[in-house]
C-alpha cells in the first residue's frame, strides 16, 4: 500500500500532466513552514519550467496553486477515515515560504497596530488558507484573538484585544 507522500506525488504529477506541464513532483528537501510540520509538502520542480508555466501554475496572488493545493487536500482525502486523512501543502519555486514571510509581517503589523490603539485591525484579501496561517501564529498570544468575518469572497481576518 503506497504512503501518503507517494499517493500524493502520484496525484500531482498526472495533473500537472493533464496541464501539459511535463515535470516532476518532489517530497525531499522542501523547507518546511515551522506551523505547517502536519503537512505532507509536494514540490513541483521548476528546473525545466519556463518562467511563464511557473507564473501559470502559482497564478495571480497564488489563486492556481491554491486551487491546486485544495484540490489536492480534498480529492485525496476522499473516502478515507478521519484518522487516516492527510494534509498536502503545494509548493513550487519557493512560492509558500516567501508567502509566509509576508504573512508574518502582516500578522506582526497588525498585532502592533492592535496593541497601540487598542482598535481591531482587519486583514483583507487573504485564502482561507493564509487565514488559517495566520490564526495559527497567533494562537499563543495571552491579549489578542483572532476570529474570521463575512462572506468569500470578502471574508477577512480580524485581530483584536481579548
Request: glycine share 6%.
Amino acid at each position: 500500500m503506497e504512503n501518503q507522500t507517494e499517493r500524493g506525488q502520484k496525484w500531482l504529477e498526472e495533473l500537472l500532466a493533464l496541464m501539459g506541464v511535463q515535470t516532476n513532483v518532489i517530497s525531499e528537501g522542501l523547507e518546511k513552514i515551522l506551523t505547517d510540520t502536519e503537512s505532507c509538502w509536494l514540490g513541483i520542480d521548476s528546473t525545466n519550467l519556463t518562467e511563464q508555466e511557473i507564473q501559470l501554475l502559482i497564478g495571480e496572488k497564488g489563486k492556481n496553486i491554491d486551487a491546486i493545493q485544495y484540490l489536492a487536500n480534498i480529492i485525496l482525502n476522499i473516502g478515507r477515515e478521519p484518522d487516516n486523512q492527510g494534509s498536502y501543502t503545494i509548493e513550487l519555486n519557493g512560492y509558500r515560504i516567501k508567502r509566509y514571510q509576508e504573512l508574518v509581517t502582516i500578522a506582526d503589523n497588525a498585532v502592533e497596530q492592535v496593541r497601540n490603539t487598542g482598535q481591531e485591525a482587519e486583514i483583507p484579501n487573504l485564502s482561507s488558507a493564509e487565514r488559517r496561517q495566520i490564526h495559527s501564529l497567533l494562537t499563543d498570544s495571552t491579549d489578542l484573538a483572532t476570529e474570521s468575518r463575512g462572506q468569500e469572497p470578502n471574508r477577512r481576518l480580524v485581530v483584536r484585544l481579548r
